[in-house]
T-cell receptor
């Protein structure tokens, strides 16, 4: 079956611009996670959704970052006023429910010039 | 808060030699433990996991890891590596008290380099 998909695969933007990154989880998975992976580092947790609601957004670095999952399936990570330090690979993962195996998407490589 | 330490950023090994990738964690509550692998130009894949029961867990491609609660370790081992094992390996934990709501905490990763 289809895995987790993320679009776009690459995004280049200029400092100060707004970007949206999309995640399509595996069908039927109620839990959805966003992570950020900087060069040479492991993935860093950003936010977790259980259904439509954000159960934990403690990993979001600041209020420029926001994520939604309005229908409990597709999720969008939104970054306002991008900064060069936001450059990283943004990973999405989904699981049947919390504490089950997380399946990761291929990631979106964001480059802020 | 929990943390994961992978002391070795790179481990070079000759083909068919044994390898051990070290992982230590810190947590005040019970955890589930995972090893993920990232092959070149591919996404993260689960290699193996410890949830409960036997402290020795195995993967389908010959890797194994042993949960040692007293040493708070979850080292990954393989008795004989192959060129195709070249990849980045990440150790990760998730706490049980959070119900999974705090996501996975990853180590920085270990790059396994297999030399012919």
């Amino acid at each position: 079956g289809a895995g987790v998909s993320q679009t776009p695969s690459n995004k280049v933007t200029e400092k100060g611009k707004y970007v949206e990154l999309r995640c399509d989880p595996i069908s039927g998975h109620t839990a959805l996670y966003w992570y950020r992976q900087s060069l040479g580092q492991g993935p860093e947790f950003l936010i977790y959704f259980q259904g439509t609601g954000a159960a934990d957004d403690s990993g979001l670095p600041n209020d420029r970052f926001f994520a939604v999952r309005p229908e409990g399936s597709v999720s969008t990570l939104k970054i306002q006023r991008t900064e060069r330090g936001d450059s990283a690979v943004y990973l999405c993962a989904s699981s049947l429910n919390a504490l089950n195996e997380q399946f990761f998407g291929p990631g979106t490589r964001l480059t802020v010039l | 808060a929990q943390s994961v330490t992978q002391l070795d950023s790179q481990v070079p090994v000759f083909e068919e030699a044994p390898v051990e990738l070290r992982c230590n964690y810190s947590s005040s509550v019970s955890v589930y433990l995972f090893w993920y692998v990232q092959y070149p130009n591919q996404g993260l894949q689960l290699l193996l996991k410890y949830l409960s029961g036997s402290t020795l867990v195995e993967s389908i491609n010959g890797f194994e890891a042993e949960f040692n609660k007293s040493q708070t370790s979850f080292h990954l081992r393989k008795p004989s590596v192959h060129i195709s094992d070249t990849a980045e390996y990440f150790c990760a934990v998730i706490t049980l008290s959070g119900g999974g709501a705090d996501g996975l905490t990853f180590g920085k990763g270990t790059h396994l380099i297999i030399q012919p």
